[in-house]
């Protein structure tokens, strides 16, 4: 994952349309996009159970983000999506990204969007909904520590499926009900549909990188479509 963290700077571009005071931002590729459903016609067939990792990865309160090199990811290549995303929208698409290879997860809150990349190249994105006011989400990047689908909160009693976790203060993405007004107490709320297809693709130890306002540099980006 070294290897592919190598320049996170400033542009995946927004995908988000949401209205009033948010405005309007769109990612500039061609193609089509398919909102809440697969880019593909057919459903990939689900991965088999991973092994147990050997080794449980350290986790973190929300105060204590890994340190990355702010040249963090390469981008390869990015779904082809024209149309402003909104709330509750997702793409997914794995058919030109390698089956294998490292896995990172991007979050911009400014722009309300997630994206997920294997090996640089752009497999899936969502609208989010996260927390605000007193229940802010944290800024900075966090491994996977935990898988649960079937989750239900402690803290607020409250189901969480697909969850996956990020800090041991309770900090996690999961599926939510992604509408306009909807927010969270830290997590990271994603489509329930897009979450079991993020569950599956994602293992322990994969990096979650959460951003306001920073996007990636695209100057090396194709559009798969």
């Keep these: 994952m070294v ?13 988000l349309l949401v209205g009033g005071a948010i405005g309007a931002v769109a990612l500039l590729v061609s193609s089509y996009v398919d909102r809440g459903r697969d880019l ?4 990939p067939k689900e991965p088999s159970a991973r092994a147990a990792v050997a080794t449980p990865v350290a986790e973190r309160s929300r105060a204590e983000p890994l ?8 981008v390869k290549s990015v779904l082809p999506i024209t ?6 929208d997702y793409a997914w698409d794995e058919s030109q990204a390698p089956a294998a290879g490292p896995l990172i997860i991007t979050v911009d809150l400014k722009a309300q969007t997630l994206s997920v990349f294997r090996a640089g190249h752009e497999i899936g994105a969502a609208v989010i ?7 802010p989400s944290p800024l900075g990047a966090f491994p996977v520590t935990q898988k649960d689908a079937d989750h239900v ?8 499926p697909y969850m996956l976790r990020l800090t041991n203060d309770g900090v996690a993405i999961h599926g939510s009900d992604v509408q306009w007004g909807n927010a969270t107490h830290g997590c990271i ?5 897009f979450a079991r297809k993020l569950f599956n693709a994602v293992k322990l130890g994969d ?19």
């Design 3 to 15: 290897r592919l963290i190598k320049s996170l700077a400033k542009a995946v571009g927004p995908k």
């Design 40 to 43: 593909r016609s057919s459903v």
């Design 67 to 74: 340190l990355v090199d702010p040249h963090a990811l390469v």
């Design 83 to 88: 149309q402003p995303f909104r709330h509750g």
């Design 129 to 135: 909904i996260y927390g605000v006011d007193d229940k």
């Design 153 to 160: 909160s402690t803290l607020y009693d409250a189901p969480m």
């Design 189 to 193: 709320g994603v489509p329930t549909a």
């Design 207 to 225: 990096l979650v990188i959460i951003t306001n306002g920073k996007m990636l540099n695209l100057s090396q980006a194709r559009n798969t479509g």
